[in-house]
């Protein structure tokens, strides 16, 4: 079975500050790695998503994604965060080959809350 | 593209009642639609996965009869939840794929929610 980690449940930064949730997941095969970000009062939606290839992962809204296989880890990153990211982020993992089930693990979520 | 709505948005309802929970794909053929679990300050729990035209799976620990899920369409699922208690009391969410291949083959894209508060 798989299963996901985010070591941060809550975290807070100043405008401008530089941003770094961790994932970390466990499952034996090949995944698939996605960040989710649910603003508050909406619905979720996809940040970024690694499939294969290139290990950084860009995503909307400038955030990054960096796949290290032998970490087993797919952390998010920004540079410079603003007030309107201020939201719930969740990692999620889908593990197994094409004729797998599409079904996604969450992380228990961090909430990122941007001072202005 | 790829949109997925769900109505409605937020119910009240009695303890002992159904409500039923619809959730639709607005813009592409919803081959597996996914019912999810969200309580306050936590993540998403799976809850059950649905083909169109078959029966749902559920995960452990999720009562069947209680969390009757239909997808009768490839637009088209629903949940009820039977004999509604205040510990059902949760965010419903609900998410779509389509074939592979298609506009939304590789992922899941995901409805507003619904808020059930059973009082």
């Known amino acids: 079975a798989q299963s996901v980690s985010q070591h941060n449940h809550h975290v807070i930064l100043s405008e401008a500050a530089s941003l770094e949730l961790g994932c970390n997941y466990s499952y034996g095969g090949t995944v698939n790695l996605f960040w989710y970000v649910q603003y508050p009062g909406q619905h979720l939606q996809l940040l970024l998503k690694y499939f294969s290839g290139d290990p950084l992962v860009k995503g909307i809204k400038g955030f990054e994604a960096e796949f290290i296989k032998s970490k087993f880890s797919f952390n998010l990153r920004k540079p410079s965060v603003q007030w309107s990211d201020t939201a719930e982020y969740f990692c999620?993992?889908?593990?197994?080959?094409?004729?797998?089930?599409?079904?996604?693990?969450f992380g228990s979520g961090t909430q990122l809350t941007v001072l202005p | 593209g790829a949109v997925v709505s769900q109505h409605p948005s937020w119910v009240i309802c009695k303890s002992g009642t159904s409500v039923k929970i619809e959730c639709r794909s607005l813009?592409?053929?919803?081959?597996?639609m996914f019912w999810y679990r969200q309580f306050p300050k936590q993540s998403l729990m799976l809850m059950a996965t649905s083909n169109e035209g078959s029966k749902a799976t559920y995960e452990q620990g999720v009562e069947k009869d209680k969390f009757l899920i239909n997808h009768a369409s490839l637009t088209l699922s629903t949940l009820t939840v039977t004999s509604a208690h205040p510990e059902d009391s949760s965010f419903y969410i609900c998410?779509?794929?389509?074939?592979?291949?298609?506009?939304?083959?590789?992922?899941?894209?995901f409805g507003p929610g619904t808020r059930l508060t059973v009082t």
């Open positions: 998410s779509a794929s389509g074939p592979r291949g298609g506009l939304a083959g590789y992922e899941q894209y």
């Open positions: 813009d592409f053929q919803a081959t597996t």
């Open positions: 999620a993992v889908r593990g197994g080959t094409s004729g797998s089930a599409r079904q996604l693990t």
